[in-house]
């Protein structure tokens, strides 16, 4: 029996990624597995769903946590042959009246949405199928808080030759300034979201660009996208869509039919190409 096709959503127990998986779940040809760092929440969030007549699977993921992220790869390796479909969903964000210094902030918000999700990226791409599409859930908090770099970030930002060791050793220097207090000065935004979102955003640029470079035969999609404003625990109940109307993009292009030539290497929301 050939092995079935399966789909990953990270930080799926709630918000937009439980929505991306209820979407998978019905139009996905293969197994989808929700995953959550908390197996209390995560196993609640599977119930749900199969309360509704769908039938996710669980796997336990804390996208900061080294072994969890090995342990999931090997179980997909495993028991899949890899994965079809990554959907990089999970993200913190500060609310905006936290007091919490700025500098805390940033390492805090840095740690989760750019460095886990670009370890996560380390680990899982290798063992992304051919066919494979994976999503990176940005934001467009991360176009604005470009536009709001220096013109000297800005141009590093949007360069097609930036490699990734350029964008961490950028993003450990905003964190590494936010924390002196400087990073004004130094040109950046003082919004540690969006910087995390822009770095998510450049990072699926990048790896986009290695994947046509080292895996040209293997057809796989990558793109980073934005949900729109969606009401979750994150945005509040005053954003404007519905998780599942906020799950529309990611699902999209998560979703993209085989021998699509893309988009690949974009920033897309609303289903639509963004300039970067
Ligand atoms: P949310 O309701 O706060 O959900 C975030 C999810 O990420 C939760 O399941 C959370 O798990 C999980 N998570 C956090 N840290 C994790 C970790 N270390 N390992 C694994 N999972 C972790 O937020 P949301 O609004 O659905 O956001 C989903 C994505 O959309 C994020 O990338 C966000 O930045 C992006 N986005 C949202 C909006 C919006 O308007 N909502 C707009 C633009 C982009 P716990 O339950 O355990 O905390």
């Keep these: ?31 989808v597995f929700l995953a959550a760092r908390d197996v209390g929440r995560g196993t609640a969030a599977v119930e749900n769903l199969k309360a509704e007549g769908l039938k996710p699977l669980f796997q336990q993921l804390d996208i900061t946590d080294p072994q969890s992220v090995r342990a ?9 042959g890899g994965v079809d479909v990554l959907v990089n969903n999970a993200a913190i964000a500060f609310k905006m009246a936290d007091t919490t210094p700025f500098g805390t902030q940033a390492e805090v918000t840095l740690r989760t949405n750019f460095f886990a999700t670009m370890d996560m990226c380390q680990v899982f791409l290798p063992i992304i199928k051919a066919g494979g599409r994976v999503v990176n859930v940005s934001s467009v908090m991360g176009s604005i808080a470009l536009s709001k770099c220096s013109a000297e970030l800005q141009a590093r930002f949007r360069s097609d030759d930036i490699t990734e060791e350029e964008l961490t050793a950028l993003m450990e220097r905003f964190v590494k300034e936010a ?27 990048i790896h986009a660009r290695r994947l046509r470079q080292e895996r040209p035969q293997d057809q796989i999609l990558l793109n980073a996208c934005c949900p729109g404003w969606v ?32 988009p690949h290497g974009q920033f897309v929301s609303e289903k639509t190409v963004q300039p970067w």
């Design 179 to 205: 924390q002196e207090d400087v990073h004004s000065q130094r040109g950046w935004p003082s919004t540690a979201y969006g910087v995390s979102k822009t770095g998510l955003t450049v990072l699926s640029r």
């Design 231 to 262: 009401r979750t625990d994150m945005a509040g109940p005053n954003a404007t869509k519905s998780p599942d109307e906020g799950a529309v993009t990611p699902v999209y292009l998560a979703m993209l039919p085989a021998g699509a030539e893309g």
């Design 72 to 80: 999931a790869r090997d179980y997909f390796k495993e028991n899949y």
């Design 1 to 31: 029996m050939a092995t079935p096709k399966v789909a990953l959503v990270t930080g799926s127990n709630k918000g937009i990624g439980l929505a991306v998986v209820r979407a998978l779940c019905k139009q996905f040809p293969g197994d």
